[in-house]
């Protein structure tokens, strides 16, 4: 079973709808948890922190639920520069620092 | 302000040559790794670097290798190229305690025939 799962899509959706992403590990002992965002072909870049509270960035919330072991990406009015790959991150220790572990992504296609 | 370059860009070899992937960062970040990127896999830690001669090996180490003398350069050597490696390849930089914020370079794309 992969560390990080997430379905790969793509999730096609018009301007100015709200899509969702779940994602979910299997180590429970995993401390913290990010999203990256990958433009195609480009490098992924920290898109935002989930935190057990939520975490809203404008049209961004990220929420991790620990009980079940996932974490979910909202983005609300997609406009036509949110098409990307999502990539949901885990932060585990791994001898002495805190290593990444990547999902392979969710690719998202906002259309006019 | 360059931040993190990585080079060649491209890269194309034959099987059984020795290669390797220049990475530099101008942030004096302690830490530095190298992922390779394949299709299904997501990113896979290669190794890592907590400082200048401190290296060490991530998920995937085999038929590589890395060294670290500088703060700013983490080369990666693959020794004897297969076709198994060819794949994508990001340099990554963070600041030491914020290891879960990682600054890519814009990566290089390898292939092996």
């Known amino acids: 079973r992969k560390e990080v799962e997430q379905d790969p899509g793509p999730f096609n959706v018009p301007e100015g709808a709200t899509v969702a992403f779940n994602c979910t590990y299997s180590?429970?002992?995993?401390?913290?948890f990010f999203w990256y965002r990958q433009d195609c072909r480009k490098e992924p870049k920290l898109l935002m922190s989930v935190y057990s509270s939520g975490n809203e960035d404008g049209r961004f919330t990220a929420q991790l639920n620990r009980a079940s072991q996932y974490i979910s990406l909202l983005i609300r009015d997609s406009k036509l520069s949110d098409s990307a790959t999502y990539l949901c991150v885990v932060n585990m220790r791994h001898t002495g620092f805190q290593k990444l572990v990547f999902g392979t992504g969710t690719r998202l296609l906002v259309s006019p | 302000d360059a931040g993190i370059t990585q080079s060649p860009r491209y890269k194309i070899t034959e099987t059984g040559r020795q290669v390797t992937l220049m990475c530099h960062q101008t942030?004096?970040?302690?830490?530095m790794f190298w992922y390779r990127q394949d299709l299904g896999h997501g990113l896979r830690l290669i190794y890592y670097?907590?400082?200048?001669?401190?290296?060490d090996k991530g998920e995937v180490p085999d038929g590589y290798v890395v060294s670290r003398s500088k703060t700013e350069n983490f080369p990666l050597t693959l020794e004897s190229a297969t076709r198994s490696q060819t794949s994508v390849y990001f340099c990554?930089?963070?600041?030491?305690?914020?290891?879960?914020?990682?600054?890519f370079g814009p990566g290089t794309r390898l292939t092996v025939t």
């Open positions: 180590n429970s002992a995993s401390q913290s």
């Open positions: 942030w004096s970040h302690s830490y």
């Open positions: 670097s907590a400082a200048a001669d401190i290296t």
């Open positions: 990554a930089s963070s600041e030491q305690g914020r290891t879960y914020e990682q600054y």
